[in-house]
């Protein structure tokens, strides 16, 4: 019988402070192996995600996995991979595809995934950017059939990765609205592993973070079952693509 590839390869942007998150999502068996794009040393802005979106070192990220033979490549950025919308969103997943020979996803790529994999048609969102790259969020769920019935933003332009987890939660019961089916929380750098269960519990409703969504789709695409992720969310609760 051959041996289950569970290697997931990540491209993380060069501010990504949180791999361990992500370790804390992955069932145990798999392996994940990152990469990261050079430094770019300035305030997060519309402007600076748009060049992150294009910026060729994704595609050399994806390359430097190919030597492992990954299940899946994920690139592991919300507002890097919403922000050109759709049309950019499929560019960047071709590219992805091409340049490590393997499977690929990205994190808003997993988020919609996500929302449609749980029956989820009307969202709220939160998110820790300034306004203006949120609502490029919500245009991009928009386009993928996912209604967004509030947008709130924490307006920071840096320091995301320090965020505390009472932050965090405070922020989703902001963004939380009556009318929404489930709360989307943007953003790879924004802590969420150990809140996601007790947001869903005081809100009732699924609770769909940017690296939750990342790992699970990852799982999903690269055809890596999950039975050791309990305790991280009802998206994980959903079945997997077992290996075969």
């Known amino acids: ?69 990954p299940a899946v490549v994920t690139y592991a950025c919300t507002s890097g991979s919403f ?9 960047l997943l071709d590219r992805i595809e091409r340049s490590a020979n393997a499977p690929s996803t990205t994190t808003s790529t997993a988020l919609a ?15 820790p950017y300034i306004a203006e790259i949120t609502d490029r969020l919500a245009s991009f769920l928009e386009a993928k059939d996912i209604k967004v019935s509030k947008v709130t933003s924490m307006g920071l332009s840096h320091g995301i990765g320090d965020v505390s987890d009472e932050e965090v939660i405070q922020l989703g019961l902001e963004a939380n609205d009556a009318k929404s089916d489930g709360l989307v929380i943007s953003c790879t750098n924004l802590r ?27 799982c999903q695409i690269g055809q890596i079952d999950f039975p050791d992720t309990a305790g991280i969310g009802k998206l994980f609760e959903l079945p997997a693509i077992t290996n075969v």
């Open 83 to 91: 922000v050109l919308g759709i049309d950019g969103e499929k560019q």
């Open 192 to 218: 969420t592993a150990d809140i996601i269960e007790r947001l869903e519990g005081t809100l009732g409703k699924p609770v769909i973070s940017a690296n939750q969504a990342t790992m699970w789709h990852a």
């Open 113 to 127: 995934a996500a929302c449609h994999a749980l029956g989820l048609e009307r969202v709220a969102v939160a998110a």
């Open 1 to 69: 019988m051959k041996t289950p590839n569970n290697r997931i390869g990540l491209i993380w942007p060069s501010d990504g402070v949180l791999d361990s998150e992500l370790w804390q999502f992955a069932p145990a068996h798999a392996s994940l192996h990152f990469t990261r794009t050079q430094v770019i040393d300035e305030p997060i802005s519309l402007s600076l995600v748009e060049r992150m979106a294009e910026d060729t070192d994704i595609d050399y990220g994806a390359e430097t996995l190919r030597p492992i033979s």
